[in-house]
């Protein structure tokens, strides 16, 4: 019995080598996984990053340096697919010219491509496309940025039951009043018309003379709101009032987003 347990003891030892051998292994070949990922991760953030960066300035904006992130996990897989399920990419501070001596600001354009191509030849040498099928971008334009460029003194917008509501004080019969009245938000070929309607101040007689009166203020309240020319051809689709301001999301397809697109 003792020369059986003798010979057993041996194996057994090997055996436990050989597993832990196999698992050190394994733990080698998923850390150089993770930096496969992350190179392969890196250099799309780095290429979009650049093009993002290089249209902001073509267009005479100004941001923060973008934030992007290849989203979804693991990278690998999708680097070997030659897809990537969405990439985030985040412009803080972004100002666009819309006239000479005006800009609108927005704190944030947050924008999303998803269903993005990128050939693994192209992550291996850098060269070819990154097309993204699908872009969206949204970013906000505070109230008292929207007041400044109506241009009329004292007038505040804001946001009530998801209208955008104005009021603004008016001189008539020897008082000041204040009107206010809800705007009518209109999309025409990328612009933003903002048209005033239904206006009314409390105590203001009605009569013809103060309505004309109303209605000339009104007509100067006039405004059509042309949104910067935004990165990645993001055209504007939809412009919403909330607390926060005036949402504005816009949308593209079939977008390269490297600079072997362009």
Do not use: C
Not at 31 to 47: F, I, K, N
Not at 143 to 168: C, N, R
């Amino acid at each position: 019995m003792a020369e059986v347990y003798g010979s057993e003891r041996p194996r057994k030892r090997w055996g436990r080598r050989l597993l832990i051998t196999l698992l050190v292994l394994l733990i080698i070949a998923g850390v150089l996984l993770v930096v496969a990922d992350r190179v392969a991760a890196s250099y799309a953030e780095r290429a979009i990053g650049d093009r993002v960066a290089q249209e902001v300035a073509d267009q005479k904006a100004t941001s923060e340096k973008p934030d992007v992130t290849v989203e979804g996990v693991p990278f690998l897989t999708q680097v070997l697919d030659g897809k990537y399920q969405e990439i985030q990419i985040r412009l803080k501070n972004f100002s666009g010219p819309v006239a000479a001596d005006k800009t609108i600001k927005m704190p944030l354009l947050d924008i999303h491509a998803r269903d993005v191509t990128a050939p693994l030849d192209t992550i291996r040498s850098g060269n070819g496309d990154i097309v993204a099928g699908t872009v969206t971008g949204a970013g906000t334009i505070d109230y008292p940025t929207l007041a400044d460029l109506i241009g009329q003194q004292g007038l505040k917008v804001t946001e009530k039951d998801g209208k955008l509501v104005g009021s603004a004080p008016i001189q008539a019969l020897g008082q000041t009043w204040n009107v206010s009245g809800t705007a009518n938000l209109e999309l025409k070929d990328g612009v933003v018309q903002v048209r005033f309607a239904d206006v009314t101040a409390d105590g203001l007689p009605n009569v013809p003379l103060v309505r004309n009166l109303v209605d000339n203020y009104v007509k100067r309240l006039a405004y059509d709101l042309k949104v910067p020319a935004l990165p990645l051809g993001l055209k504007v689709q939809k412009v919403e009032p909330r607390p926060e301001g005036l949402v504005v999301t816009a949308g593209a397809s079939d977008v390269p987003l490297n600079s072997g697109g362009l």
